[in-house]
């Protein structure tokens, strides 16, 4: 395990992630010099321990929001305040270039988008009071009430999707990921929220049993050919199902599969289930019921990292044993506070919020004023040993970044 920290303990800003890999950490980092705010793109060699800066901008508008996507040789950043207009930026890596910008304008506000390669992002938009009545013809007709569109940054267009499946989705309902030598897009089509779900469940009698989780699989090459073709039925391949009487839930992926919870309500049975990347077969890897004799528990997903945890609470502390993709076996003090991951069955990382509250009377009335501070805490459990930090911070593999 690796723990780097990345904090800027001399300027006070503002750090988002990009991307962490073996070699480098790319991530953002806005403040305030000589009353401007501004944007740096910055990589971090893990190698030298240095950081080196990419690219810097003056952000002059406040109300705009940066959102990033990180590929081999750039990074595309989009730029958005919640309305028409958006900033799509394009950045070579190595030499900080802006090999594209584009100025794009939609129909409604901006809601989400999600970028599938270095030159394709979906965007979705949702109704605003300028075209209001747009929208409201489009539910109608449609029963969405949001529009998706495809953008190609070398074409420098961008095209409507009509598959009614991708535009009733969000933009985290769309995994592209590499498989076999070529890129994949995940589609996940789930029913409302859980609880949702099973509501649909317990009133079936009314409402029939046509409610369904989905999840799709498409070459992205495919896709992106389909929906600037104007198809209105894309080439998607569903992998998995489940009806009124279930439940079907994204639970990560890995090197070799693709992993879903999968829960039968009649019987409240629930495991993982695992889809192989190179030949769709499909297997039961994981029981997530628990057991007569068993105390209680919870279940933790880690869907980063493709892991599943079991999670005993006891009276000082926590049991965390491994259920899939980890044989972990450890205890650690309720101090360091709830469960976030675990690395290489050993080092287990826990979040803990605390709270300075402050009772103040206006006008007759109190109020609450509170300030979080968030503590991560890195605890050994073969030697006992913990390290505490005030900050932010995100695993990946065998990697912990302080920020």
Not at 159 to 175: A, H, S, V
Not at 284 to 298: F, M
Not at 349 to 363: G, I
Request: glycine content about 6%.
């Amino acid at each position: 395990m690796t723990v780097v920290d990345i904090r800027n303990i001399v300027t006070d800003s503002s750090v988002e992630l990009i991307s962490i890999s073996p070699a480098t950490i790319y991530y953002a980092e806005e403040k305030n010099e000589e009353g401007h705010r501004s944007l740096f793109i910055l990589e971090y060699n893990r190698e030298t321990q240095r950081e080196r800066i990419v690219a810097n901008y003056f952000l002059t508008n406040p109300a705009f929001v940066q959102h990033y996507f990180d590929f081999p040789d750039r990074i595309l950043i989009v730029m958005e305040n919640g309305g028409s207009t958006v900033w799509l930026l394009s950045l070579d890596k190595k030499t900080g270039e802006e090999t594209a910008l584009e100025e794009i304008h939609f129909v409604g506000g901006y809601f989400g988008c999600k970028a599938l390669d270095e030159e394709h992002v979906i965007f979705y938009t949702q109704e605003n009071q300028r075209h209001q009545e747009l929208f409201r013809e489009y539910r109608r007709a449609t029963g969405f009430s949001k529009v998706a569109c495809l953008y190609d940054l070398n074409e420098h267009r961008y095209t409507y999707i009509r598959d009614r499946r991708i535009c009733g989705l969000t933009p985290d309902d769309l995994i592209p990921y590499r498989s076999g030598g070529q890129t994949q897009l995940l589609i996940l089509q789930p029913y409302g929220s859980e609880e949702e779900k099973e509501h649909c469940y317990q009133e079936r009698r009314w409402l029939g049993d046509g409610i369904r989780d989905s999840v799709w699989l498409c070459p992205l090459k495919a896709f992106l050919e389909g929906v600037q073709s104007g198809a209105g039925v894309l080439p998607l391949k569903q992998l998995l199902s489940a009806g009124t009487d279930g439940l079907l839930r994204f639970a990560g992926m890995d090197e070799y599969n693709l992993y879903f919870r999968a829960k039968y309500f009649p019987t409240n049975d629930q495991r993982i289930c695992a889809v192989s990347k190179g030949t769709n077969r499909k297997a039961v890897v994981a029981d997530l019921n628990l057991r007569e004799h068993e105390a209680p528990a919870s279940y933790y997903i880690d869907t980063q990292a493709a892991q599943v945890f079991r999670v005993e609470e006891l009276e000082d502390g926590y049991h965390i044993t491994g259920t899939l993709n980890s044989a972990v076996d450890a205890y650690y003090s309720k101090e360091l506070g709830d469960f976030v991951a675990c690395i290489q069955d050993r080092f287990i990382v826990a979040r803990y919020v605390m709270s300075d509250q402050d009772d103040n009377q206006v006008n007759g009335q109190i109020g609450d004023q509170s300030e979080a501070y968030t503590f991560y805490s890195v605890f050994d459990s073969k030697t006992g040993r913990q390290q505490s930090y005030e900050c932010q911070c995100q695993v990946k593999g065998n990697t912990v970044v302080l920020y």
